[in-house]
């Protein structure tokens, strides 16, 4: 059986190969975090713009403080932003705050802390030895007029929004979102604001999914839920394939009203796995069916959380216009031993703590895949991997985040 990584290589490998590039819009610069970028952030000037002072002290010659005691005066002061028009000349100093240019003559900052003002008036006591350059930046040090700060495609972060911001750019062109559509399936489904009937359940995974679409930077289409019908299954679908990516839940198991793949395949579905080593999420399906990537999620609710983050995200990824992302796995110590029998790759619910500064991942107890209440104590998903299924107390394991708690 396929492995998780290997699923999610294929998944990379099939919606790269769609070569869908999504439209463009402009967006305002501070609202593009999680955005890809579709243009290339060349820098406007220099930077530093000029030699900047890293500390607040005194800019010196280092000529002059090759020793540590060396006396000498000062002939005015740099504020950040300030101009200082003479130069400094041998024997002199001038006080100089961070973020400040660095006068001509001067080519070494001197902390303020390492000084102390002479008995005479303007007399300054350097107190440490200075070397040509310390707590100076040089001008283009960090970039040069006309290089490429951000390329195209990159992924919109707060510090890319910082360097965009730094060149003056208050608008940046963005791709689209994509659009995934959702669709639920199952008879014992209702509507969230529904009141179920004794054998019914609630719509929980449509709204799960469409958090998790966002979370994955892309739009959330609700489609609803079809009953395990053909003929309306099949219009579901049809429907979802007008978005950039279906999603569904349910009906991907062996089960006799288990429709998603014959209704998939009868409208032409290419399927590259209908099975994974995992669990929660054996029976997920992928496929590209009317050009467009289809994911039949197990309807389990702890299943369609595992093998959306899985295998849709990196979807989610290319389809927004960048590059898929890789797991994003954290390392946490184990509280307590944990086993599994069956050889496949699991993902149990588990809590990450930060006792005492030490990162602590304990298992919770829970019921399967169906108990969404013992996932929601936790925050992450603990990883027992295929290849090693008895971990010990104080190992170092894999943690699987949930999407913005961690
Ligand atoms: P299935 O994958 O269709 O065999 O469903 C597996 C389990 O998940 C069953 O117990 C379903 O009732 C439950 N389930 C399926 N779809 C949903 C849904 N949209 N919301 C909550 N639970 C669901
Ligand atoms: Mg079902």
Redesign the pocket.
């Given at each position: 059986m396929l492995s998780y990584e290997d699923a999610r290589l294929k998944v990379i490998e099939v919606t790269a190969g769609l070569r869908r590039i999504p439209a463009r819009e402009k967006l305002q610069l501070q609202n593009s975090a999680g955005r890809i970028l579709a243009q290339e952030i060349i820098a406007d000037r220099d930077y530093p713009p000029f030699d900047r002072a890293t500390r607040d002290g005194f800019a010196v010659r280092a000529a002059d403080c090759r020793e540590a005691g060396a006396k000498l005066r000062a002939i005015g002061e740099i504020r950040a932003g300030g101009e200082f028009a003479k130069a400094v000349c041998a024997g002199e100093c001038v006080q100089i705050m961070t973020g400040a240019a660095v006068p001509r003559g001067a080519d070494a900052v001197v902390m303020i802390e390492h000084t102390r003002s002479g008995a005479q008036q303007n007399e300054v006591t350097i107190e440490s030895a200075a070397e040509p350059g310390t707590n100076i930046v040089p001008r283009g040090s960090e970039s040069r007029a006309g290089d490429v700060l951000l390329r195209a495609k990159t992924r919109i972060g707060y510090a890319e929004i910082a360097i965009a911001g730094q060149v003056g750019r208050t608008e940046l062109d963005v791709y689209r979102k994509p659009r995934v559509a959702i669709v639920?399936?199952?008879d014992?489904?209702v509507a969230v604001d529904a009141q179920p009937g004794p054998f019914e359940?609630?719509?929980?995974?449509?709204v799960s999914l469409a958090a998790q679409v966002e979370l994955a930077g892309a739009e959330a289409v609700l489609l609803g839920?079809a009953p395990d019908r053909v003929d309306e299954l099949r219009k579901m679908i049809e429907r979802g394939l007008q978005e950039d990516a279906l999603v569904l839940?349910?009906?991907?198991?062996m089960?006799k009203y288990?429709l998603v793949e014959e209704v998939l395949r009868g409208l032409g579905a290419e399927f590259f796995f209908d099975a994974l080593a995992i669990r929660p999420g054996r029976?997920a399906v992928f496929g590209i069916c009317r050009g467009k990537p289809v994911f039949g999620l197990?309807?389990?609710?702890v299943?369609?959380m595992v093998t959306f983050e899985l295998l849709a995200v990196p979807a989610v990824d290319i389809l927004s216009g960048g590059d898929a992302r890789p797991l994003p796995l954290l390392k946490a110590k184990l509280s307590k031993g944990v086993e599994q029998k069956a050889a496949l790759t699991h993902f149990l619910p588990a809590l990450v703590e930060w006792p005492s500064g030490q990162t602590i991942v304990t298992e919770l107890p829970w019921q399967g895949s169906?108990d969404i209440a013992a996932l929601a104590r936790g925050n992450c998903f603990l990883v027992v991997h295929q290849s090693k299924l008895k971990l010990a107390a104080g190992e170092w394991v894999d943690v699987l985040p949930r999407r913005g708690l961690l």
């Open positions: 639920s399936t199952g014992e489904i359940i609630r719509n929980s995974n449509s839920n839940s349910g009906g991907v198991s089960g288990d029976p197990p309807g389990n609710p299943s369609t169906g």
